[in-house]
């Protein structure tokens, strides 16, 4: 079934639109969720939760590419519940994702952070806009979906520490360009 | 930055590029390839040029005089003339062709093929929505193949922030008399090659096309297009060995394959395959990484007049058959026949005798 027929599901309100979705993206969506949550019960809570947001958001939407709709919901979702979770419950590819990010932008400030969500998107668009494809995909396949190193690797045909030494190099880059931009001290 | 201030960072990136990294689907359109004929060089001459004038009509003069200025830009920009670089290809602008996609010039690097290209019409309003809104995706007409292309912007040009970056693709890679936008096409010698495998052909079918906002992509071309003839220089070091006091650690130096605009070292350590292998130890690999980096970044390629130049740091290092082959780019072009020395520390890898 195609993206359109599925939103036109939703648009008469049929269930069956959460079945066509579950059985085309379900796996994309649990993907996405169980890379940033590290446990199946928390990860099909949020597909669950993601298909709810979905079947709440069309219509009035009607998104293109609905694939990137749902695991926007997906992600938004179990970011939310990995904040709100305890320290001792986190344990998946999100953290160590996070983990890298945030070791490679500490800054020397003791200064509170406040930064408009505005100027945040602005500058990580800016900043996705200065990369090749190449390196836009393994960033995003690493700090959006969360991907392990080893999975990026095999996608994009490569090798694990090829991956590796690229992303260092990335978020290198990444500090470089928020150091520009006044976001980082 | 905290994980909250990172996580909401990392909300905000555009559909585009989730998108774009969720799958790679380029659309396929079967278009019938147009013939061009490919010339290595082409001289000007006003007669020429007052003939198409009169020929073409003043706007469609515009587009071509845009097409070939662009061509004398690029050749400066890149110091191709000055470097002797003979896998520069540059096409012959048809004439009969006021817009579309034109092919400008070429040139491999070994893994990559820089393809630089004129595309129009293309509006002032949508080359101002670069790069907040708009998208430029090369593909191979018929195939799933295909990849990212950009303005194409002077080499030595460092801008960040979307504003700054509009401007300056505005100033550098937009004609507004002539709505062409300049761009280089990422193209992946691997993906050509693929593309003629599966199309049974040498001259594959390349396009073009803008996606602005949420609008259908705009597609430009297909023109037939083949891959270039690299040009590389090898230097053999004799298994040569650096010793690095600081690390203590022996790194043997293979060799260098040279390109005008890239490298590759090869190098080869106790473990590399390790290393190079999926679930290898990276603490233990940490300071071979450094001495690899050392290796590509702070050798000496040293030239006739005395000048030094620095491959820089690479950008992959795949392993294969006992070697690590670390690859490097650059922007504009070098004289690989002009290399008199090449050394990193006192340790002298190669001399022109």
């Known amino acids: 079934m195609t993206d359109t027929e599925i939103i036109n599901l939703f648009f008469e309100r049929s269930e069956q639109a959460i079945t066509e979705l579950a059985k085309k993206h379900g796996s994309a969506v649990a993907r996405v969720a169980r890379n940033i949550l590290g446990n199946e019960q928390d990860t099909e809570e949020c597909v669950n939760d993601t298909y709810l947001g979905t079947w709440n958001a069309i219509p009035p939407h009607k998104p293109s590419p609905l694939r990137t709709f749902v695991c926007k919901i997906a992600r938004n979702l179990a970011t939310m519940k990995y904040h709100s979770n305890t320290a001792e419950k986190r344990n998946s590819q999100y953290d160590l994702a996070l983990d890298e990010l945030e070791e490679c932008l500490s800054d020397n400030g003791s200064v509170e952070e406040a930064y408009e969500a505005k100027e945040l998107r602005e500058a990580i668009n800016g900043f996705m806009a200065t990369l090749n494809h190449f390196d836009r995909f393994i960033f995003m396949r690493r700090y959006w979906y969360s991907d392990p190193v080893k999975d990026i690797a095999k996608m994009a045909d490569s090798t694990t520490n090829s991956v590796t030494v690229r992303l260092f190099r990335i978020r290198e880059k990444l500090r470089l360009y928020l150091e520009k931009e006044g976001l980082l001290v | ?353």
């Open chain 2, 1 to 353: 930055m905290k994980r909250e201030t990172i996580t909401l960072m990392l909300n905000g990136i555009d559909d585009d590029y989730i998108s774009e990294a969720d799958v790679f689907d380029p659309e396929t359109i079967q278009e019938p390839p147009e013939r061009i004929v490919h010339m290595k060089k082409r001289i000007i001459t006003f007669a020429l040029a007052a003939a198409l004038m009169l020929a073409l009509g003043i706007t469609a003069y515009a587009i071509w005089s845009i097409h070939v200025a662009r061509q004398q830009e690029l050749k400066a920009d890149l110091k191709i003339e000055e470097n002797n670089v003979s896998s520069y290809m540059e096409y012959t602008v048809p004439d009969e062709q006021a817009s579309g996609l034109v092919l400008l010039s070429s040139v491999n690097d070994g893994q990559e093929q820089h393809v630089y290209v004129n595309i129009s019409p293309v509006t002032k309003e949508e080359a101002a929505r670069f790069p907040a809104d708009v998208r430029f995706v090369w593909n191979v007409s018929g195939t799933e193949i295909g990849g990212f292309a950009g303005p194409q912007l002077p080499v030595g040009l460092s801008v960040s922030g979307e504003e700054a970056i509009r401007d300056a693709v505005l100033e550098n890679a937009y004609d507004e008399e002539s709505q062409t936008m300049t761009l280089q096409c990422y193209i992946d010698v691997n993906f050509i090659e693929e593309a003629m495998a599966e199309l049974g052909t040498e001259n594959v079918p390349l396009q073009v096309k803008m996606i602005v906002g949420e609008n259908e992509p705009k597609t430009f071309g297909p023109v037939p297009f083949s891959l270039t003839e690299e040009q590389t220089r090898y230097f053999d070091f004799g298994h040569a060995i650096y010793h690095d006091e600081e690390l203590n650690k022996d790194i043997e130096i293979v060799g260098l394959e040279l390109t005008p605009f890239s490298a590759v070292w090869k190098v080869s350590y106790e473990g590399a395959e390790d290393f190079h292998t999926s679930g290898s130890d990276q603490a233990a690999y940490e300071p071979w990484s450094i001495l690899e980096d050392k290796v590509c970044i702070e050798t000496k390629i040293i030239f006739a007049d005395g000048s030094e130049f620095s491959t820089g740091g690479a950008l992959t290092t795949p392993y294969e058959n006992g070697i690590v082959n670390q690859f490097c780019g650059w922007g504009s072009a070098i004289n690989i026949d002009d290399v008199q020395r090449i050394v990193l520390g006192d340790l002298v890898l190669w001399e022109a005798k």
